[in-house]
């Protein structure tokens, strides 16, 4: 008993799809300006990749607090007795305020040429960040009721398609590197692939579940939230990018931006449709 709840509306806007999108593009690029430190073919995303990466964080937050009902509530996650530690979004917002307060020091020692601290501010930021779709995917995850979300594999998805969409950014800030833009090359069909072999087993085991998932797999396969899903996200924005990187034309430099525009719009595309499909079932039964 209470184990279905009927709610015929979707208590999860799209605005957080487009939280997903960019926090996700910021954790990545985060982690490509730590790798500077490291590898020396990420030297020159060091400072763009960061500071693209702050930004979207900021983006990010103001998303978060503008979809609040009453936006000074988010005051409230200052308030360390306040906090609900048995709670999922109180270490999510502890995690983001954390990110921010790295970053934020992260900045002021490079600005110091405090190459040192820097990198020690790097690998903690990079941990952080990790962290940032980690818990967007666990967050769906705890949804018992929600087909589609209620799968280990959305903390593993969500890290993935970060590295994607991040890696396809990254790479409009690379220039003309080659050294990087093929290491870019690389996170992008791996996380591509990734993404792809994901994607088809969440599809499988949700067409194989009970009523609901088998509802929910319909809904996302069919309609104008299958065209999203599957034509934009799977279609276009993952699998053809894989084929174009693997063809000559995508070891060159305008291949691989043709590509990672596509990786874009996929990206977004299967955060709003993975955001949508979870909410679907409820609005109808």
Not at 84 to 104: D, I, K
Not at 119 to 145: C, E, K, M, W
Not at 203 to 226: D, I, K, N, S
Not at 253 to 260: F, K, N
Request: proline content about 4%; cysteine-free.
């Amino acid at each position: 008993m209470g184990d279905f709840n009927i709610f015929h509306h979707m208590p999860w806007s799209s605005t957080y799809s487009i939280y997903f999108f960019v926090i996700g593009i910021s954790s990545a690029l985060f982690f490509f300006s730590m790798l500077s430190w490291f590898r020396q073919e990420f030297e020159p995303l060091r400072k763009s990749a960061f500071y693209v990466s702050f930004a979207l964080m900021v983006v990010g937050g103001l998303l978060l607090i503008v979809d609040l009902s009453q936006p000074l509530r988010f005051l409230n996650m200052l308030n360390p007795s306040y906090l609900n530690f048995t709670s999922p979004l109180a270490w999510g917002g502890m995690n983001l305020l954390s990110f921010g307060a790295v970053s934020a020091a992260y900045y002021w020692m490079m600005r110091k040429n405090d190459e040192t601290d820097s990198r020690r501010l790097a690998v903690l930021g990079s941990i952080l960040a990790l962290g940032l779709p980690v818990y967007t995917g666990f967050d769906l995850t705890v949804h018992q009721n929600r087909p589609v979300w209620n799968t280990p594999l959305m903390p593993i998805l969500f890290v993935a398609m970060s590295l994607l969409s991040g890696a396809a950014v990254a790479s409009f800030l690379a220039g003309t590197h080659e050294k990087l833009l093929a290491m870019l090359r690389r996170f992008m069909l791996w996380s591509a692939g990734a993404v792809g072999v994901m994607l088809v087993s969440l599809l499988g085991t949700t067409a194989y579940g009970g009523v609901g998932q088998e509802l929910t797999f319909m809904f996302m396969t069919t309609g104008t939230l299958g065209t999203i899903f599957i034509g934009v996200g799977m279609l276009l924005g993952t699998a053809a990018p894989i084929a174009l990187l693997l063809a000559p034309f995508g070891k060159q430099q305008q291949g691989m931006m043709i590509a990672a525009v596509l990786i874009l719009v996929g990206g977004m595309a299967l955060r709003y449709s993975i955001l949508v499909g979870g909410q679907i079932v409820q609005t109808y039964f």
